[in-house]
């Protein structure tokens, strides 16, 4: 077990060398509290990794399908909707508080369904959608 500088237990001051802080924290992103404070810090500084844990709280693939490649894409949405959560609550916003307020996995997949069939992997002209012709007579 680490120490820090006189024997007390790095990361929490005035605890004893026995109560030291659990650095990774066992939480996930959707258990943010779960995680001790330097791991809310990183997390708060590093949005990409912040939504990649998110992602994989949902149950969301990291494979080439198409819904993961769109869900990849949303991690600029995902870091400005945070900074203005933040803005408008900056004394006591965090992520995990944010990721309760953006839907489970089901809202992301309906947001994803209502996008264009290109946008959602499929070639609408082999779903006979394909360019209008005119025939002539």
């Given at each position: 077990?680490g ?10 001051p005035?605890n ?18 779960g ?10 500084q ?7 844990r998110?992602?994989a709280?949902?149950g969301?693939k ?6 993961a ?6 991690v ?8 203005n ?9 965090n992520?995990?508080?944010y ?5 489970g996995?089901d809202?992301?997949?309906r947001e994803?369904l ?9 070639d ?14």
């Amino acid at each position: 077990m680490g120490v820090g500088v006189g024997g007390v237990g790095y990361g929490n001051p005035g605890n004893s060398n026995t109560n030291v802080w659990n650095w990774a924290g066992s939480g996930s992103i959707s258990d943010y509290g779960g995680l001790a404070p330097v791991g809310q810090n990183i997390l708060e500084q590093n949005i990409p990794t912040a939504f990649a844990r998110y992602k994989a709280s949902l149950g969301v693939k990291d494979d080439s399908s198409p819904f993961a490649r769109w869900m990849n894409q949303q991690v600029n949405r995902y870091a400005t909707g945070y900074g203005n959560y933040t803005a408008s609550n900056p004394l006591t916003a965090n992520l995990g508080d944010y990721n309760a307020t953006l839907g489970g996995y089901d809202a992301w997949m309906r947001e994803f369904l209502r996008q264009a069939p290109q946008i959602r992997g499929l070639d609408p002209s082999s779903r006979g959608g394909g360019p209008a012709r005119w025939v002539s007579r």
